[in-house]
């Protein structure tokens, strides 16, 4: 058996937002952290999914949407846990020489996105029309975080703007991981 965290992106997940709907239909799904909308703070959120995943021994199925990605990669960059696998979707492109300017907002100050192999299952989920990442670059995050990549087709960024409430698809790729 394994518990179910559920990482959040940058901003608030609305409530026909999949990730919701998981969260209300599963009430053994925990969020880590809650979310807590923009600023969007690495440290905090890496601290936050560390604390989570530590508080337990019991595995953990992490399910990281967007900018939730980032923090569960660079959470298993920085940390060990009890994780035995993570579904990522959409992980947002961050060229490894951007730096933020001047007026960009604070919250963009991700960091460089870590590269290497991930120590556990991981499955990435690609949409071939995302506006944040081309199709290649998931192909790339794969294949650096040694991730199976599911190809979703054109999905936009899977979140409730592209008409993703329900998520079948990702419920069968969740259930496959344990």
């Known amino acids: 058996m394994a518990r179910h965290l559920l990482v959040p992106g940058r901003g608030i997940p609305r409530p026909e937002h999949w990730l919701r709907r998981w969260a209300d239909a599963h009430p053994d799904y925990r969020w880590a952290p809650r979310p807590p909308g923009p600023p969007f703070n690495l440290a905090d959120r890496v601290a936050a999914l560390h604390a989570a995943i530590t508080a337990d021994p019991e595995p953990a199925v ?3 949407h967007s900018a939730g990605c980032i923090t569960t990669v660079t959470w298993a960059g920085r940390h060990a846990g009890p994780v035995r696998a993570a579904l990522l979707v959409t992980p947002p492109y961050l060229d490894p020489d ?4 001047p007026d960009d907002p604070p919250d963009y100050a991700f960091g460089v996105v870590p ?3 991930l120590p ?3 499955v990435l989920v690609a949409s ?3 506006p944040y990442t081309t199709f290649a670059q998931f192909e790339q995050y794969a294949e650096d975080w040694g991730a199976e990549l599911f190809d979703a087709g054109d999905a936009g960024h899977i979140e409730t703007a592209s008409g993703y409430g329900p998520w079948p698809d990702g419920e069968r790729l969740v259930a496959a991981l344990g």
């Open 120 to 122: 556990f299952r991981t």
């Open 98 to 101: 951007w730096t933020p300017g």
């Open 128 to 130: 071939r029309t995302d």
């Open 115 to 117: 590269r290497s192999r």
């Open 62 to 64: 992490l399910i990281a």
